[in-house]
């Protein structure tokens, strides 16, 4: 398949980690689902990027 991360999914995945850290600040507290929600789209953000 090779790597066909284009720069826009890169930047949308990027805006969803940045809007999850910003729930988690403003909550205050870290939820365990918002902590795993975040561990997940690292983990597939860097299968894309390691193609």
Do not use: C, P, Q
């Not at 826009?8 to 600040?25: F, G, M, S, W």
């Amino acid at each position: 398949m090779g790597n066909k991360l284009s720069l826009k999914t890169a930047d949308e995945i990027r805006a969803i980690e940045v809007k999850i850290e910003i729930n988690l600040v403003k909550n205050s507290r870290t939820s365990v689902n918002d902590f795993v929600v975040f561990e997940i789209l690292n983990v597939v953000f860097f299968r894309f990027l390691s193609g």
